[in-house]
């Protein structure tokens, strides 16, 4: 490096370890309130990375940003105001010392260990398609290496080969645990072999190596040969967080043998033998020691958030009004497999960032026959089959989606979904509010539920309870072909993460689906059958089930209005209560247990709201609260049916 290079990364290092040092000293008197993580000893990684990087290049960090977010363009005006939960940070004070989006600086973080090494790959993903030359550079730690995500991303972006750089951050600890004792391969390098990378090791305390390492690198990787990886082999002269009792785990024998090959020590060293004068060095860090204190002092004036804001950007508000786009004319009966298949057809010819991701979707054409053809019509850049990698594929779809690609992400089976939870709950619905709703997420997670195929307990649950739970994610569950076509198209073109939920009951029901386009907006329920005695409101199989006792009751004389809400959340409320007003008695019925769930939310709802019109409390017929058995008959019998509903009729009758 020539000096004027040098001096000014000198300036950067010198910086990260001053503002790492005021924030220890900002935690100890409280005003810094939890998570801060010390980046002390790591700044030649941070700072020769992204010395290299172009402005548009992208990065993804961990729990510990600060050294890389400055690195890669933030100021200290921002991180302060961040650590401190003030205005004025990079997440506006939302994010706090663990977790903030930077979107001028295509900065992005997850304070979840592992999770950004999936992010990446969509990133880089979306890269790749627009056919230019950018990299996406992952920062992980040690602790990463060991988690799921490690292995799933580096495989996907391995067999893709896209644009990602990963950087392991090996600083000798987990948190309290050495390196050596949890990692079975050594250096962790060896790792990347197996995913046909070359992995290599190198001295993450030498300014110079670092960069050297990461130039070629990242050449490599924006010249289409797909993901590095490198290990920067460092030390972090502090403990795992603030006030971490790090006497506990380690000596200061050992603390100060790694300072004697402190970064910034090293490169300094190296100013003064090139023929840098002492006096210019100590000017420019007292330089950076003023630049830091008025940006301390600047960020400690500033006001916190309004409690207001504590609810902004969870979603972007839904587009649509609270009327069909549709013009019926000719229908037709198809199924509802068909119903998905052509949402799919619609989207993907309207908009090429629209793509469909997932296991087995498409050679095979998925499970049931949902995507099949779609390879061959579109091609493998918008049908792209993935490998059995739940939250790669999960972390694949929000990190292209940050990138404004619109992915339709395939889980299986939605008992699946649990190995992607990660991705979806914690990224996916918190990137919005993260950066303060400059960030969209239009990616749709499409799954199927439910019994009625005798699957047994670990390919049959109803697990919306979950994520009606989860703020910023639209749950949607149609029970016709109708439906699920609308439903879906508005799905794909709105902004917000959707989980789509399907029964495997309904594939091959057959309904009248229009021959134009048409959309079904999100949060608006429906109305299947009209009533004056008893509002059945009922989700996804069980509307069939709910018709199918009015059917029988009607020949009794009973009038019973069978209520879709069709998207769980946001719920249509309006139509709730007003259907129930009229008839003044009300059951709910889904094939989920009762215990925590979205019929007490329903049933809630309507008590709250039809308290004085009602006759009889809200009747609940639901699920049982057990594993879905397999043996002969068993199934049927834990799930409501007809003759459930009908019971739950007459009681409130």
Known sequence: ??????????????????????????????????????????????????????????????????????AKGSTPRQIFCEMLGRRGGVSQGIGGPMQWIDTPNNFFCGSIVGSGITIAVGIALAMKKNGKSRVCVCFFGDGASNTGSFHEGLNLAAIWKLPVVYICENNQYGEAMPVREFVSAYPISKRAVAYGLEGVTIDG?????????????????????????????TYRFRGHYGGDPEHTY???????????????????????????????????????????????AWALKQPFPNVEQATDHVMIPLAYKKTEILVKKKTRTITYCEAIREAYR??????????????????????FGASKGLLQEFGPEQ????????????????????????????????????????????HACKYHQLSCGAVKIPVVFRTQGGVGMRNSSQHSQSLENWFVNVPGLIVVMPSTPYDVKGLLKSAIRNDNPVIFIEHKALYFTKGE???EEYLVPLGVADIKREGKDVTIIATSWMVLHALAAAEKLAKEGVSCEVLDPRTLWPLDKDTLVKSVTKTKRCVVVTEAPAEGGWSAEAATIVTENCFSELKKPVKRVCGMRTGIPYGKDMEKAVVPNDEWIIAGIREVL
């Open 1 to 70: 490096m020539n000096k004027d290079r040098m001096l000014k990364l000198y300036r950067e290092m010198f910086l990260l370890r001053r503002l790492d040092e005021m924030c220890l000293e900002l935690k100890r008197k409280d005003l810094i309130m939890n998570g801060f993580h010390p980046y002390s000893g790591e700044e030649a990684v941070a700072v020769g990375v992204c010395s290299v990087l172009n402005p548009d290049d992208a990065v993804i960090s961990t729990h510990r940003p600060q050294g890389h977010s400055i």
């Open 205 to 233: 305390n030498n300014l110079e190596e670092v960069i050297n390492a990461v130039e070629k690198g990242v050449t490599e990787s924006r010249s289409g040969n797909g993901p590095v990886f490198i290990e920067a082999v």
């Open 346 to 367: 619609e989207e993907m010819q309207r908009d090429s960032s629209v793509y469909l991701i997932g296991e087995d979707v498409g050679r095979w054409g998925n499970l």
């Open 383 to 426: 049908v792209k089959d993935a490998p059995i990698s739940e939250a790669a594929i999960a972390g694949c779809a929000v990190g292209s989606a940050v990138m404004g690609m619109r992915p339709i992400v395939e889980i299986m089976y939605i008992d699946f979904i649990t190995i992607a939870m990660d991705q979806i709950v914690n």
């Open 250 to 296: 380690r000596t200061k024998e050992e603390v100060e043998s790694w300072k004697k090959k402190c970064p910034i020590v090293r490169i300094r060293t190296c100013l003064l033998e090139e023929g840098i004068k002492e006096t210019s060095l100590v000017s420019l860090e007292n330089e950076v020691n003023q630049e830091l204190e008025d940006a301390q």
């Open 513 to 515: 689906v229009p021959e």
